[in-house]
C-alpha cells in the first residue's frame, strides 16, 4: 500500500477564480523522496497544505499512512513531520526551548524527548548554540533548526516545502546531504521546489506541477524520454529588452522546438545544439541584437518543464 | 492539558523576554503611578491639607460670616489654610505669583442683596433680626410688627439680580482649586437652601400672622448666619472609608493604574494568535497533533497567566512603596477575575480582528477609552451616574469599584455581588468571541 495516496484533489479558494490545485493524483511509497517541482504559485504549498491538514480540499481525497486528511486528521499529523517554507520557530525561545515546545507539541516528552533534541541538535551541527536565543542565529542555522523540528518524533513522511530557499550553499548542501541521510534510512520524503537540480539530484520520482495541474509524473529517467534528445540553449543578451523580440522570432525555425525569454535571457530547446547555433546568430544579429554568452546543456528538467509549458521553470 | 499548559508557559515565556512588553506592562504603570502620587499625595494621610487660600471678606453685613464658619469648621480648616485680606489688589497678585492657590472675594453687597428684607429692618427699625431671641420677637410693638410685614412685602416685590461669589484661582493650582470650589459651592448650595426657607416662614409671619409664627421667624432669622457655616455640610469632600483609612491618590491610582495597563497586556496578547498566523507558528502548530481548541484556550491561558504575573507584581511593587490594595484573600480573587474578563476582551478583539495590525490599534483604543470611561486617571465617585452605569461594560470600571471596596476595608465577601457582576461580563465576551474564532480556524 502507498504510503500517500492522493486522488482527483483539488483546492478553489473562494478569494479566486481559479483552482488552486487541480484534480491531482499521485502516490507516495514508503522510503520514497518524491518531488513536486514547479514555479512559485504552481500549487505546490497548496498540495501540501491540504495533505497536512491545514487546508480542506475543495474536492479529491488524500489518505496519510492510511488516514483519510477529512475525517482521521489526528492520524495524519501523527504520521508527518512539516518543514514549512517560512522559519515556524520563536526568535525569542533558544534552539533547545523551541525543539522542546515542538516536541511537547507532538506528544513527545520525559527523557525520550530529551534524548531526540539532544540528537538533533548533534545532527544539524548546532548543539554548541542550544541555549543561544534563535533571533541571534544565521539564516542558514534557523533553516537547520527548522528542518530539525519537522523531524521531531521520527515520523513515518517529512514534508519539506521549499526548505533550502534563501540560505547559503553550505547550508543548503548540509540540508540536501541530511535529506538523502533520511532515504538511506527509509524515511519517506515529499519534497517541494522551484530548483529543478535539487529535484533531480534527491528524487526516486518527480510530479511536475503548473498552474495547479500535474502535468508529468515519473523518474528523472521517463521524464527526460519526453524531451528525447533534446539539449538546451542558453543565451545571454547585451539588450535586457530584446530576449523575447529573439525568442519569437526563433520559434518559427525547424530546429527549435521550445523557445522562452526572460531578463535578457533567452532559453531554447534544441535536438542538436550546433546545427541550431549558427541560425541562432544569424537571427540576433538580423535584430541588432549582440550575445553576451551561449550556454550549452545537456537535457535536464528545466528542458522538460520547457518542452511541457513552453515557459521556463522560473517564468 | 499537558500541551495546554505547555502552550501557556510558551506565552509567558516568550512576553517576559520581550523587554518592549516589560516596559508596557510593569515598568510604564509603576512610572504613571509614582508620578501620579507624587502629584497628588502618598501616604496614608489626606491627600489636601493646609491649602493656602485668601478670603477677601468685603460685606457691609453679616451673612457672609456662613463662610468664615465653613472655613474654620474642623473638616475644611484641615484642608484649608486661609488667610483673611483686605487688600483685593495685593491679594490677586499674590495669587497670581501662585503664592497661594486661591483668592475669595465675597462682594460688599452681598448681604443687602442675599436677603434685602433683613437688611432693610436693621437700616429702618434699627433691628437684627438675626441675633434676636424668640422672646424678644414675640415682644415686639404691633406697630413695629405691622411695618415688619410692609418691608416683607417691598422686598418680595423687588427685582435683585443673584450675588456672586468670585473664586480667583491660580492655573498652578488645579486640583486646589477645584476643591476649594468644591467647598464654596456645597457652602452656598446650603446658604440657598436655608435662604429659601427663611423666606417660607417669614411669609407665614408677615402675610398670615399669628403668634406661632413669630417664633418660627426669629428661629430662621436667629439661626440664618450661624446654621449655614457650622452644620455638616451635605456632602463630605474627603472620602473616609470604613476601615478608618482615608482616602489617598496612592491607593486609588496603584490599582487603576495596573487594570489599565492589564488591559494593554491581554489586548496584545490576544493580538499573538494574528501575529502567529503570520509568523508560520500557528500553521505548525495546527498540524502537529494537538486539537484546535487546546491551541487556542493554552494562549488564552497563557495571555490570562501572564496578566495575573503582571497584576501580582505591580501589587507586590505598589505595597512596597505604600499603596494598599485590600485583603490579600479579596485582592488574589480580584485579580483573577479581572484577568479573565480582561483576557475576554482581547479574546474578543482577536477573534473579530483580520490582521494583527488592526487587533492592535482596536486594542489601544478600546483600552485608552476603558481607562478614560472607568475612572482610571480620576475618582470615579466624581462621575455622573450615567457614565458610571455605561462603564461596567468594561473591566476596568469593575475593576475600579472592586479595588475601590477592598481598600474601603471590605473583604471578599462583600465583593462578591460585583465578583459576579464581572463573571457575567467575562461570559458574554467568551460567547462573542467564539464564533470569530471558529471563523478563523476554518479559514
Redesign the interface.
Known sequence: MALVAVNHLTKKYKSSDRKAVDDVSFEIHSGEIFSLLGPNGAGKTTTI?ML???LRPTAGTANVNGYNVQREP?GV??S?G?V???????A??SAE?NLR??G????L?GAALQTEIAEKLELMDLTARARD?VKTFSGGMKRRLNLA?GLLGNPPLVILDEPTVAIDPQSRRYILDYIKELHAQGVSVLYTTHYMEEAQELSDRIGIIDQGKLIALGSWEELAQLVGQDETLHLKLHQVDGGQRLAEALSTLKSIHQSSAHDGEVVLNVKAAEVALPFVLAKASELGLSIHTVEIREPNLETVFLHLTGRALRD | MRKLITLALKEVRLTFRDVGALVTMLVTPLGLTLAMAAAFGMGGSNTFADVPVLLLNQDEGKFSNFLSAVFESAEVSALLAVETVSDEAAARARVDAAEVAALVIVPSDFSQRTLPFLAATESELGLDLTTLSQTEVEALPPETTQRLAQLYQQSLASERDPVSIEIYGSPEWPISTTVLKGIVAQAVERLNITIQSTTQLLSRLFIQGGGESQSLAAAAGGGLTTNVGTTELPVRLNIISPSGRPFNWLDYISASMAVFFLMFTVTSGGRTLLAERVAGTLPRLLISPTPALTILWGKMAGTALTGMLQMCLLWGATTLIGAYWGTPSGVLVAIMMLVLSATGVGALISAWAKTSGQAGALGTAVTLTAAALSGSFFPRVGMPAWLRSVSLILPNAWGIEIFSALQSGQGLVDILPLLGGVLLLTLVYYAAALPGFRRQFEG
Open positions: 497544505s497536512s491538514t491545514l489526528m499529523r501523527r508527518i512539516v514549512p517554507q517560512e522559519l515556524a520557530l520563536y525569542e525561545l526551548e515546545f515542538w511537547e507539541m507532538q506528544g516528552g536565543r523540528v
